[in-house]
């Protein structure tokens, strides 16, 4: 089994590094481009006459950057995108909307703890590590085992996406920092017997 995990295009404000979490963002004009590359690049690896299996399924959060983002990557497929809410980001509590700039300004001494130790620590009203993890991990699983032998696409969000790459690399959640995923990135996971391997991490097409 192969799933392509790629996180949603670059969202209006995106310029700004800002914890959006829940809130509901749309996708911008480069965002927008973005996942029309990552759509051509899927398209090309997936597609019968490359000798690979085209995609059987998209999946995608309930939050409408990454709803749109998986629109534009199923059309070639004639998929619908399934929603599901649990591969949603998570919720940052008193710093949802906030800009880190502004967090390090307001609260640092909690910022300097959550950037040192995000496992331990979290934002006041917000989502655990280990609480999005269970939700994560749980609904991957259950993806995994309706699609055994599929090629299929996950397309979620930074946070989700490198609790999930910990997951599969046996990296301690301390460390989800120690991974990068840029707007539009793609990762390759194959799946052999469920013994995971990395083939591809933080592929992007567009900076």
């Excluded at 949802?96 to 502004?102: K, L, R, T, Y």
């Excluded at 909690?110 to 749980?138: C, H, M, Q, Y």
């Excluded at 995923?181 to 799946?191: K, M, P, S, T």
């Amino acid at each position: 089994m192969t799933f392509y995990l790629i996180r949603h295009g670059e969202t209006e404000g995106g310029e700004v590094k800002r914890y959006k979490g829940t809130i509901d963002v749309p996708l911008s004009e480069k965002g927008v481009k973005q996942i029309e590359k990552v759509t051509e690049c899927l398209f090309r690896i997936t597609n019968p006459e490359s000798g690979s299996t085209n995609l059987k399924a998209v999946y995608t959060s309930d939050l409408s950057r990454a709803i749109k983002s998986a629109e534009i990557i199923a059309k070639p497929h004639f998929l619908e995108p399934v929603i599901i809410p649990e591969l949603r980001e998570r919720h940052f509590g008193l710093w949802e909307g906030m800009s880190f700039e502004e967090i390090k300004e307001k609260y640092p001494k909690e910022f300097d703890a959550w950037a040192r130790n995000p496992f331990k620590f979290s934002p006041a009203g917000g989502e655990s590590t280990l609480e999005v993890r269970e939700r994560v991990i749980k609904v991957i699983d259950e993806i995994i085992g309706n699609n055994n032998g599929n090629h299929i696409a996950i397309i979620a969000h930074g946070g989700v996406n490198r609790i999930i790459l910990c997951h599969f690399l046996g990296i301690p959640l301390e460390n989800i920092f120690r991974i990068e995923q840029d707007y539009g990135c793609i990762n390759i996971i194959e799946l052999w017997d469920g013994y995971p391997v990395i083939k591809l991490m933080n592929y992007g097409l567009i900076s």
